[in-house]
């Protein structure tokens, strides 16, 4: 029986429009609706009028054959792209059924009139706004006509109902009653629980709901660890540091205790425990800024990147053995001066310190386009195997041996952090003994990818 009922009303034409497509589901459920009821009334009328006249009447008959039209164009649909001219057909039918049943009863006096008002509603709800204009002007257009018709030709009549006034009155308050129903029917069904746009949408909104007190507890308890991170942070760091200092202090204290006496092999190892002390002092450091990457935040100010270039350069400290080239016009931006002026700081800081020639070469170019800016920072220095290319972005990788060149390892993973954070990408081109260029994509407007939002996504 449910099968039954489900091939009765199309469920199986209803499953094939997309569920995420929520207004033409709506349209084929009022196109269900609007078939069935067009084809009783149609009906309906049909038998009225054979019960009303003594010979077989051509009305009747014609009204017969556009119900099974309405079942026929309701049956027959197979495609989701045919929709729309099905829903024109049976509009097209409707209207053509209330005009037809006009002519023997009572013409522009007829109350099946009031039916267009159906219709209309219909059609803008199928065929859209431009559809439900068309149909109003075709059912002005009938009205128009019919007025003519009844006033000046003998074309309409009162057969129908026998010219009897008591039964003129009954099917106008008829009319009128069912008219009026199925207006209020379809409208209540746009504004009701079982709508299917209005039972997804409150669905969503229930879940929404959910998913936001979800969200705020776990932004709460987000930014409750991000304090207590913070504090445990900075209280590790300072007992840290503590012992480190002390271990400094006390071999600067035997150093000058020894004196002279202190042969070069032992003076070498002391150097090397100070040396040390200082590594790890910048290695906390170098983590502690790691951490809080992604969390130091400026606000966004008009940036001209080529004086921001030039003032990192004369913070970092320009030896005198290095050229700085700027090969075009560098951009003016709105961003975040503090931490592009990281990323250019760590870039260029590594382009000096890792370059093995004499005359070291700087170049600092930029190219635009419609979603932000790729900027490059290349240099002449020995290069990198491809094998690194990703690596030299983890925290604590370094191609260089620390004794060699003194590194903590986590400048370009800083970098990294500060661009994936902004929304953008970094990556090197290189090859051993071709220098290496390092290029980043800065976009216009910051894509946010904050771990609340990201959580929230895995809470729903």
Request: some cysteine; hydrophobic content about 45%.
């Amino acid at each position: 029986m449910k099968s039954l009922f489900g091939r009765l009303l199309r469920n199986d034409m209803y499953e094939k429009i997309a569920s995420d497509d929520l207004m033409d589901r709506q349209r084929f459920t009022l196109f269900r609706i609007y078939s069935f009821t067009s084809f009783i009334a149609s009906m309906a009328t049909a038998l009225q009028i054979a019960a009303s006249f003594e010979e077989t009447s051509f009305t009747a008959i014609l009204l017969i054959i556009i119900g099974t039209a309405l079942m026929v164009n309701f049956f027959t649909v197979r495609r989701v792209d045919r929709l729309p001219i099905a829903y024109a057909v049976s509009v097209l039918i409707g209207f053509l059924l209330v005009h037809l049943q006009a002519y023997t009863a009572g013409g522009v006096m007829n109350t099946g009139t009031m039916y267009l008002c159906v219709i209309i509603l219909t059609a803008y709800m199928l065929l859209g706004p431009k559809g439900g204009k068309w149909l109003t002007v075709l059912s002005i257009a009938s009205v128009i006509f019919l007025y003519f018709a009844t006033e000046y030709t003998d074309l309409t009549s009162y057969a129908l109902v026998k010219n009897d006034i008591h039964l003129i009155h009954q099917d106008a308050l008829f009319t009128f009653i069912l008219a009026l129903f199925l207006v209020a029917a379809q409208s209540n069904y746009l504004n009701s629980g079982k709508n299917v746009i209005i039972e997804r949408i409150t669905h969503q909104k229930n879940q929404l709901e959910q998913s936001n007190r979800k969200l705020q507890e776990y932004t709460a308890s987000l930014e409750k660890s991000n304090k207590e991170l913070d504090k445990f942070a900075s209280i590790v760091s300072h007992d840290l540091k503590a012992p480190l200092r002390a271990i400094g202090n006390l071999t600067g204290w035997i150093e000058e205790d020894a004196g002279d006496t202190m042969s070069g092999e032992v003076k070498a190892n002391f150097d090397m425990i100070k040396q040390r002390v200082r590594r790890m002092e910048d290695l906390i450091n170098a983590i502690l800024d790691y951490s809080r990457a992604d969390r130091r935040q400026g606000e966004d100010v008009q940036i001209d990147v080529k004086k921001l270039v030039e003032d990192t350069l004369d913070f970092i400290g320009k030896p005198e053995n290095v050229e700085m080239q700027i090969l075009n016009e560098l951009p003016t931006i709105v961003s975040d001066r503090t931490r592009l002026s990281q990323v250019f700081s760590n870039l260029i800081g590594n382009a000096i310190k890792y370059n093995d020639k004499k005359e070291i070469k700087v170049q600092v170019s930029s190219e635009e386009s419609k979603e932000g800016w790729t900027f490059s920072v290349k240099d002449n220095g020995p290069g990198i195997e491809k094998q690194y290319h990703e690596k030299i972005f983890v925290i604590f990788q370094t191609l260089n041996r620390r004794d060699d060149v003194e590194s903590t390892g986590v400048g370009l993973a800083i970098v990294k952090k500060i661009i994936d954070d902004h929304g953008g990408k970094i990556w090197v081109e290189s090859e051993p003994g071709n220098g290496a260029e390092f290029k980043f994509f800065w976009p216009r407007t910051r894509k946010f990818k904050d771990s609340v939002l990201i959580a929230a996504t895995l809470i729903v």
